[in-house]
């Protein structure tokens, strides 16, 4: 009884390890919306990985439909876990930037917050 619990407590103790972990990498599409100004647009996303737990990601989007904007993060795993990331930047014009992603299978569901700022960002591949 307590070899079978070991063996139950491994396997799934490394299942959830960030390895086994669904990858954000790829290509991901949506909209991204703020909750301050109510703004809002489509959004594209591709993720690639450096390492375990980091991954570089490009967005691009439309801001009033017309103005298209690009910005580099990186995305740090969140320590304990297999599928939240952090990302913090200082970007032109927004100051401090930080957002918190959850990647679930096919859904990367973020929130961005900076100076003047929030809203969310909603993919999927």
């Known amino acids: ?17 960030p ?7 790829g290509r991901w599409a949506g909209s ?9 647009g489509p959004l594209r996303a591709r993720v690639r990985q450096v390492d375990t737990n980091t ?5 691009a989007g439309r801001f009033a439909k ?8 990186t995305l740090h795993r969140v320590p304990g876990t297999c599928n939240q990331f ?4 200082r970007l032109p ?3 401090e930037y930080r957002m918190t992603a959850t990647v679930n299978g096919n859904q990367f569901y973020a929130r961005f917050r900076s ?3 929030q809203g969310i960002f909603n993919l999927s591949r």
Request: net charge positive; proline share 5%.
């Open 1 to 17: 009884m307590i070899s079978r619990l070991l063996a139950l407590t491994l396997v799934f103790g490394f299942l959830s390890s």
């Open 19 to 25: 390895a086994w972990a669904a990858s954000p990498s």
């Open 32 to 40: 991204w919306s703020s909750a301050s100004t109510g703004h809002r």
């Open 55 to 59: 991954y570089r990601t490009l967005f």
């Open 66 to 73: 017309v103005i298209p904007f690009v910005y580099p993060a």
């Open 86 to 89: 952090e990302s913090s930047a």
């Open 93 to 95: 014009l927004m100051g």
């Open 115 to 117: 100076r003047e700022d």
